[in-house]
Structures are given as C-alpha cells and as structure tokens.
C-alpha cells in the first residue's frame, strides 16, 4: 500500500515537471536576456543625481531621441534640477518651436518655447508616431523608467527588499541600447524589425539602434561610447520618472531615524509601565 | 463598556455638565481607558490598532489627493503624475496612498491570522468576526476600484478582467457586468463610478469599524491561552497598559512602512501601471495586485468543467467561496478549545495553510502553466480542506493539551519556569508577554 502511495506520488510530481521542461520549449520567454544591474548614482539610501550625467543624456535626448520620443510631462522650467541657470534654461526653451493658440483669428501657430512650456512632441499624435516608425509608436520617455522592470523571480524578489534594488528601468535601458547584435542563426527577424535579445516583449523591436559611437559630442571629456550614452540617457529618464527621488530619500532618512529614535522611546517606556506588574 | 463598570468621574464642571447631556467622554475613557484587557496580550494583538491608524491615514491621504485628482480616461494618468511632479509634497501622499494600501493588506491579514490561530472567531464572538469579515470584503472592493484610478495598463486590464467574470453567472451575468462598468467595455463610466464608489466605501468600512469594535467591547479581547476571564488579577487596563504596547507595535509597523514608502515605493506595485491604458493594447501577463494573488489563482485553479458548471463560473464561484467560507468559520471548527497553544495538531495544520496562502500567492503572479496550475489546484485544494475538513473532524479527535485553569495561573507559572532557565532561553514566541 506504501509503495502503491509512494509510486503514485512520484507520477503526480513528475508529471508536471515534466510539462514544465516541455511548456518552456514551446513557450518563449523574454526577455531572452536579463539585464545586468549597474551600480547608479541615485541608487540606494543616499542616491543623488550625477548632474554632468543629467546634462549629457539631456544632450542625447535632444539630439538624437526627440526625433522619435516625446517627453510630455517634463516642463523646460524642470531642468534648473540638472544644474542649468533660468538663463540657460530661458535660452534652451526658446531654441524649440511650440504650437500655441489659437489666437485672436482662431488660428493656432507657432512661437518660441518658454520656460512654462512642456517638451513638444516630434509627433502629432500616436498614429502619426506609429505610421513613421513601421507600426510600432515610439513610447513617451516621462514615465518609461518606472514602466519597466524585469522580473527578478524567486527567491531574487525578496533580496531586493534587503538591497534596496530600485533601478530596474535604468538598467533595463541601458542593457536594451547596447544590446542589439545579429540574430542567432536560423532566426527570422521580419523587415523592419531588429534582432535584440533584453527587449521586454519579443525578440526584435521597431526601433532601429538609435545610437553609435562618437554621434554626441560631450565637452566634458566623458567618453563618447554607445554605453556611456547608454548610461547617461537612462539617467535622465529616471530623473524625468521621478524628479523628487532624492527630496525623497532626503526626507525618508530623517522620517526613519525620527521613528527609530520614538520606537526606543516607546521600547523603554513600555518596559518600565509593564515592569509595575507582578509577572515581569 | 456600559455604564455599570464605568470608572469615569469628571472633574471639572464643564465635563460634569457634558457628563448628564452626552457623556461621550465617559464613552471613551470607558472603552480606551479603564478598559480591562487580559494582561497576556501579546504583539499579535496590536494589529487592530494599527488597523484604525492605516483606515484614517488612507482616508486623509484620500482625501487630499481626491483635490487633485481628475477622474476622466483623458486626463486621470496625467493627473496623477501631476501630483507626483507638481503638487507639494504630492509624491509623498500618493506613495503613501498607493503602499498605505498594501500595509493595510498586510496587517488585516496578520489580524485574521492572528483569528485563527486564537480561536478568536469562536462563541461569543461569532458576530465581530463576521463584522471583520464584512470589513475585508469593503476593503477589497475599496482596493480593487483604486487601482483602476490612476488608470494605468493594469487599472484598465484588470478592471476589464475582474468585471468580466460576472458574466459568467448564468442569465444575470452580463447584466451585472454592463452595471459595474456602466456600457459595454470599461471606459469613462466605469472611471467616473469606481471614483464615486473609491470614496464611498472607506466610510463605510469606518461605520463596520465602529460595530466591530462595539461588539469586542461587549465580548471583551480573546487572549493566547484562549481561556476565559475569570478574576480581577485576569485583566490589567487598557491604558497605559494596552495603549503602549499598541504604540510600539504601531512604530515597527511604520518603520517598515517608511522604508517602503522612502525607498522602494514602486516595489510593491506593477511597473506596467505607469503606462498610460490603452485599450488596444493587452499586456503580457494581466496580474492584480499582491494582496489580490492567493484569490486569482484560485480563481485560475478551476481550469475544467464541473457538470454544468463550465471551467470559468467554477473559477469564479471558487474565488467567492474561498472567502465566503470565512463568514461560517464560528460553526466550522467544532473544537472546545479556543488557542492553537493547547491544540498540537491544529497548530501544524494552521502553518500549513499559512504556506499554502503564501504558495496560492506566487501562483497567483505567474503565468498559468505546467506546474503552476497543478500546485495551484492542490493549494485551493488544501485551502478549502483546511475549513471544510480539518476545522470539523479535528475538533472532534484531536486530544487538546492540559489548559491553564485561569490566565494568572498561566502567566505565573511561565515566570516560574523562566526563573529558573538560563537567560536567553525564553518562552515560545506565542506565550510571551
Ligand atoms: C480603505 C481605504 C482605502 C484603500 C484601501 C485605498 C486604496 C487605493 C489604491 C490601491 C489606489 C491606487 C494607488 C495607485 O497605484 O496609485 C488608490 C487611489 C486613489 N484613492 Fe484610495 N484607498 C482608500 C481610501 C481612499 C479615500 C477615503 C479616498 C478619498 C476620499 C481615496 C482617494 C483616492 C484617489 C483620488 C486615488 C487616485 C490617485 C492615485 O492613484 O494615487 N482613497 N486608493
């Protein structure tokens, strides 16, 4: 009868493990690759933005993603955080064209950015972004580095409690922008697609490698490789994300050593109200 | 308590002029003062209070960001992202808001937890148990319409989902899906009702809250050792007694609280919900929040026909069941002896539901194949045995261990035995003080 038990146990484990092994075969995953976790220097309790950082992939948006990816919800007044003047700030807004209106006629037109105004969009509308770019709308940046995040799985989830490991959307970019690379063979990457194996839903994506060494001149001296373009990019959409992360932090560390100290407090407080009965 | 116990006397003459015309604060200082509580209370106990705390910090939190918000499928994600941007301090009481939900989740789970561990459910006091469960039930309800406010892919997803369940009742089903979401797809009506109904409900939960604690001071607390109060020496008075071990229970809470709401605020949520509902536009995996997880894969466990009842209803009846059954808990378990402390069999059968729910969770965010459906279904299987099988028959069979003859009794004869051990080996963690 033990045996009988036993016997069909096993059966019962086995076979669906067995359907697992075989449902991983059919069934693809993706990303096909995991992206690697960089260190950052907003990560962790301490985390501040890199401010040269923030400029540079400022600079890359500009000159090369804000052909094809809007930034709706970040203002030009937003970027005095990088460490611009209101000056420079009044001079950047005013290098952009906004549609405004419609005035007196009941036209709408076009005028000079000031500082109030939001980034404008390279297009007029989602449609217009996807029929120029094979299908596929390019997605909006303001909120992008918060929008994806690679699973860590079990038991991953529950030491990135205890790492603190918040940059997933960082280095989900990062890892997407220098990933591209020819197609494993026998592959069939459809037209207009490209072959990148840390894209989050399929193996390609529509959008072609925006970036290649040396097409942003930094003053700096930073070196102007794809990865460090990667780099700085993915900096600045997570400040764009979340442009209070450091009040944040700022503000949580003086909450949590406020609470600590009351949690003592209480701790003594406690032990001396509950020393007054009999059983301690 | 009523007024034969009270031990108020107001001072002053005002207070003794309030005293003969409304005496709330005769109320108060009866039901949080001089309050008796059984003096073993131990820290599974202070979840209640954290309870109210997280109830009145959602409501204002709520409240402030229900300024701001605006409930149209145009505008509500911006608006929240205005909030989080440009409205001061509002990251803060938007993430504050956002996990103050999950913290809410965690600790009425510890609370109900804490319930069937303690027997807590049992005569006399079937009737604050049910209450607690009416109040789980507002809350999910409560939570389930929030998320669909920031309307982000998984607002709309998973409200299209979970709406669309109820149209797996038989006749009526597509009825009560077409009055949830107001039309046929979720849009701007569903929006503009999930809001109305978002602010309605937690006053609701606050008018339960008040019976359910109206009932436990009528009953008064259960206690670890799960005997009844017997003599004076039973009891100690809710203040300062109650009332401090609450504060520290509390200020862990919200340490651990802080450091999500600081540091990790977006750990808890789904990263897909910062991206704007597009309903032409399913996501990969459509999975409801964390506290949602045990319930959906329930719900997904039921992947085969019953006779008539086809695969989807079956999910979906489960879904209901696995919480329905919570509300005849009282007359489910026939066993004399409240505390799991003196129930050895009861005591391993309840971690295992524990891990069971814990399991049932990571199912629950994975997608449904293979294995996962199988341990799925065994989980489900366990979850209702627990209740429908194990609650019933143990009673009747299991051989409780030997219970203290009063509360004082057991706390002495535990400081006894502490006496005379080397330090550090301390009592089990369920009978410490
Ligand atoms: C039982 C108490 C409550 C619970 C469990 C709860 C839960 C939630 C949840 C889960 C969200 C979505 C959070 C997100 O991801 O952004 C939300 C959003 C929201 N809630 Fe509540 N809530 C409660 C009470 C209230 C009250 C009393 C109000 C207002 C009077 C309110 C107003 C709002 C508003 C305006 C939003 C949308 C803004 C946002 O998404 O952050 N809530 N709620």
């Known amino acids: 009868m033990k045996k009988l038990v036993a016997a069909a146990l096993a059966i019962g484990l086995a076979a669906p493990l067995a359907s697992v092994a075989a449902g991983a075969a059919d069934i693809p995953h993706y990303p096909i690759k995991d992206p690697p976790r960089l260190s950052w220097s907003f990560a962790g309790p301490f985390g501040t933005w890199d401010k040269g950082q923030l400029q540079r992939g400022l600079k890359v948006y500009t000159e090369v993603c804000s052909g094809c990816h809007s930034l709706n919800m970040v203002a030009f007044r937003n970027l005095t955080d990088l460490g611009y003047s209101e000056d420079q700030v009044k001079g950047f807004a005013a290098s952009h064209q906004v549609t405004d209106g419609p005035n007196d006629q009941g036209e709408m037109f076009k005028r000079q950015g000031k500082p109030n105004d939001y980034f404008p969009a390279p297009f007029a509308n989602t449609e217009a972004a996807a029929y120029a770019n094979g299908g596929a709308a390019p997605p909006d940046f303001s909120t992008i580095a918060k929008a994806r995040a690679v699973e860590s799985g079990f038991p991953g989830f529950v030491f990135d409690i205890f790492t603190m490991y918040t ?37 390609f994506l529509k959008m072609p490698p925006p970036l290649s060494d040396g097409v942003v001149k930094y003053d700096d001296g930073t070196p102007e490789t794809v990865d460090q373009y990667a780099k700085d990019i993915a900096a600045f959409q997570m400040w764009a994300a979340e442009p209070h992360m450091v009040e944040r932090k700022e503000t949580g560390f003086v909450v949590i050593i406020f609470l600590a100290i009351f949690t003592v407090l209480i701790y003594y407080t406690k032990k001396a109200i509950y020393s007054r009965l009999d059983d301690h | 308590m009523s007024g034969d116990h009270s031990t108020y006397a107001p001072r002053s003459g005002f207070t003794k002029w309030i005293d003969t015309r409304l005496p709330l604060p005769r109320l108060m200082h009866d039901s949080f003062v001089s309050y008796p509580v059984p003096r073993n209370l131990n820290y599974a106990y202070t979840f209640g209070g954290i309870l109210s705390i997280m109830l009145g910090l959602q409501m204002l939190t709520g409240i402030v960001l229900a300024m701001h918000y605006v409930a149209s499928t145009d505008q509500a994600f911006t608006s929240v992202e205005f909030i989080m941007r440009d409205v001061n301090y509002g990251w803060l009481l938007r993430y504050l808001h956002a996990n103050g939900a999950s913290f809410f989740f965690l600790a009425v789970y510890l609370h109900i937890a804490r319930g069937l561990y303690y027997g807590s459910y049992k005569a006399p006091r079937e009737l604050l148990w049910i209450l607690g469960v009416v109040i789980l039930f507002l809350m999910m309800g409560t939570a389930f319409m929030g998320y669909v406010l920031p309307w982000g892919q998984m607002s709309f997803w998973g409200a299209t989902v979970i709406t669309g369940f109820f149209s797996a009742f038989p006749a009526v089903g597509d009825w009560i899906q077409r009055l949830l979401i107001g039309g046929f797809a979720v849009g701007q009506p569903t929006l503009n009702r999930f809001y109305s109904l978002h602010y309605l409900l937690p006053f609701m939960i606050a008018g339960v809250v008040i019976l359910h604690i109206w009932a436990l001071h009528v009953t008064g607390q259960t206690n670890p050792t799960g005997v009844d109060i017997r003599k004076k020496t039973d009891t100690i008075p809710f203040t300062p007694y109650a009332t401090i071990k609450d504060a520290l229970g509390m200020s862990v809470f919200f340490l651990v609280f802080a450091y999500f709401v600081f540091y990790m605020p977006n750990y808890l949520g789904h990263a897909d919900n910062y991206i704007e509902a597009n309903s032409l536009k399913t996501p990969a995996e459509i999975v409801p929040e964390w506290y949602f997880l045990p319930f959906y894969a329930m719900l997904r466990a039921i992947t085969f026909n019953l006779g008539p009842i086809n695969s989807k209803l079956g999910g979906v009846l489960t879904m209901f069941a696995s919480i329905l059954v919570l509300f005849v808990v009282p007359w489910l378990d026939t066993s004399k002896v409240r505390s799991a402390v003196y129930r050895p069999v009861y005591k391993v059968c309840f971690w295992l539901f524990i891990v069971d729910c814990l399991l049932l969770g990571w199912c629950g965010s994975q997608p449904p194949q293979g294995a996962i459906v199988l341990t799925a279904q065994l989980g489900t299987l366990y979850y209702f045995g627990f209740f429908l099988i194990i609650m019933p028959l143990l009673g009747l069979v299991e051989k409780p261990r030997r219970l203290p003859n009063s509360i004082t009794e057991a706390v002495l004869s535990r400081r006894q035995t502490s006496a005379g051990r080397p330090a550090g080996a301390t009592a089990a963690p369920e009978d410490r003080g």
């Open chain 1, 167 to 203: 940059t997933k959307g960082p280095d989900y970019v990062h890892a997407l922008l220098t990933g591209y690379q020819d197609p494993p063979k026998g592959m069939r990457v459809p037209q207009g697609g490209y072959y990148n194996p840390y894209f989050h839903s399929a193996a």
